[in-house]
């Protein structure tokens, strides 16, 4: 069933955090926690969950910005550590802004660099001031701290900006685990009084605390106390067992107010997005469906499967018969291969296409499955034909 949240509440929701990004909850499946709603943007509207594709450096790999929006995405994802590094973000404000310099004029969401940090940047020394690390491209010192991240995040221009965090890696220790969680608490509150420009753009926080519920409760109530207009969960998907991720999960979003988004940092498998619209989240991530497609994996609705294998070197046949995108619609498995084979750049615009397509059709029908009450069911169907197949192992 499908319980439509009162207009009342609808109304509450669209002014929720009084920023630039407005979030209206539609409804909730009652068998579930998954929910169906609105975000609203000042460059757009994104229907939720959504999946946002990365564009780390201000391009999706392999695609061009008017082929991401055709495969239906309605927000993209940049980074702040990689523009920090190259170009400059006062390269991209003199440009206007990094829509305008990458061409896209959509909803936008940037990370705040703190991920990157804690996994791209050598040897780096975490104080209470911020993070100072090489950089992985030319090896020069650098700093980053929750001033200058959004300091960066203001000038790059994006409609929702992330706090700048301290993440933990898999396993890490309960006492670290909370020192972590208590900067990032603290690294919060100076970002929001160094952000400027509150009427374009919106700071959502982020949760941390390790695999320990306990420290990210604690986490949650401080964040929350703060009244953001959206809250991340951070620091999962980095290394521990699938069915630990969920349970952290699980117990995350119900620490989160319910009438603002929330948004899972990182993940694009479609067991993990499952799990997560299953928990209540609206939001997720990945350079996954990009970066499989550079090494010759596709994701289908039959399950994946691995273009390079030969069998499909006479397969003339779509990469997935259910599929509507262009790849689809337009070449062969056996010709993809070819081309894959012959070190081709095209491989890799046909296979990115399909498999943000993918996913992005994943998360048009779990949305429907939500407002039909049907998400349970409609979860087990997808699966039941997704795990017969291929691996991409």
């Not at 936008?108 to 100072?132: H, N, P, W, Y």
């Not at 941390?208 to 401080?222: C, H, I, P, T, V």
């Not at 994946?304 to 003339?316: H, V």
């Not at 990115?352 to 994943?362: E, G, Q, Y």
């Amino acid at each position: 069933m499908y319980e439509c949240c009162d207009g009342n509440e609808r109304a509450d929701n669209a002014d929720a955090g009084g920023d630039a990004a407005r979030f209206r909850l539609l409804g909730v499946d009652r068998d579930a926690k998954a929910r169906r709603g609105r975000l609203t943007t000042p460059h757009g509207t994104v229907e939720t969950p959504a999946f946002m594709p990365v564009g780390t450096a201000a391009a999706v790999k392999a695609i061009k910005p008017e082929d991401v929006k055709g495969v239906g995405a309605e927000i993209i994802l940049s980074n702040t550590y990689h523009l920090f590094l190259r170009p400059g973000h006062e390269i991209v404000r003199a440009a206007g802004g990094l829509r305008r310099f990458m061409n896209w004029d959509g909803p936008m969401l940037t990370d705040s660099g703190g991920f990157q940090v804690f996994s791209l940047g050598a040897m780096r020394k975490i104080t209470e001031e911020g993070v100072e690390f090489r950089s992985h491209i030319d090896g020069s010192a650098r700093t980053l701290t929750p001033e200058s991240s959004i300091e960066i995040q203001n000038a790059l221009g994006a409609d929702i900006i992330m706090a700048f965090d301290e993440c933990t890696d898999y396993p890490s220790d309960k006492r670290y685990a909370e020192e972590a969680a208590e900067r990032t608490a603290r690294w919060l509150a100076r970002c929001k009084s160094a952000h400027r420009d509150t009427e374009r753009q919106s700071l959502f926080g982020i949760m941390q605390g390790g695999m320990y519920k306990d420290l990210r409760r604690r986490n949650a109530e401080r964040i929350v106390d703060m009244d953001l207009p959206g809250y991340a969960i951070g620091g999962l998907s980095v290394g521990e067992p699938k069915e630990l991720m969920f349970e952290i999960l699980d117990d995350c979003t119900e620490r989160l107010p319910a009438e603002k988004p929330r948004y899972l940092m990182g993940v694009g498998s479609p067991d993990a997005i499952f799990a997560g619209v299953a928990s209540g989240v609206d939001l997720f991530d990945c350079v996954l469906p990009t970066r499989e497609a550079r090494h010759g994996r596709v994701m289908t609705s039959r399950g994946n499967l691995n273009i390079k294998n030969a069998r499909y070197a006479r397969d003339f046949g779509p990469l997935d018969p259910d599929c509507d995108c262009y790849a689809c619609k337009h070449y062969s498995r056996a010709y993809i291969r070819h081309l894959f084979k012959a070190g081709e750049m095209l491989s890799a615009t046909l296979l990115s296409v399909h498999n943000l397509r993918f996913l992005l059709r994943t998360m048009e029908g779990i949305r429907r499955a939500i407002e039909s009450g049907d998400f349970t069911s409609h979860r087990e169907a997808f699966f039941q034909k997704f795990l017969n197949s291929d691996t991409l192992e």
